[in-house]
């Protein structure tokens, strides 16, 4: 009886046991996933982004008036876009992308 009274209590310590290293596990991951995320989307001055950019800008968004600027990196294709955003003179806010290159990006 103490044998059996024994296993269950070294069974019963080792799932516990492992289901803690499985819980620590998952918090690791989400935390970095977390980082990376926060990595991924940089807010910059507007003095900070590449001068094609800041010209399709001034260009084509004269009127406008921008508040906030992030420099994005796409967590698939490592590329960089800029994600301007901008109030009109109508008083809307819209967010606008655009490549280094300043080729304005859809979406």
């Keep these: 009886m103490k044998t059996l009274i024994r296993t269950i209590a070294a069974s019963m310590i080792i799932a516990g046991t492992a289901a803690f ?49 992030y420099k994005v990196t796409d967590p698939k294709s490592r590329k960089t876009v800029y994600e301007v955003h901008f109030t009109s003179p109508q008083g809307v806010t819209e967010k606008k992308k655009f490549s280094a290159e300043g080729e304005e990006i859809d979406g």
Excluded: C, F, G, L
Excluded at 43 to 60: L, N, W, Y
């Design 21 to 69: 290293s499985t819980n620590a596990v998952a918090q690791v991951e989400q935390q970095d996933k977390m980082e990376q995320k926060q990595d991924e989307k940089v807010e910059i001055r507007m003095t900070e982004v590449p001068s094609p950019v800041s010209e399709a800008i001034s260009s084509d968004y004269a009127d406008w008036k921008a508040s906030k600027v």
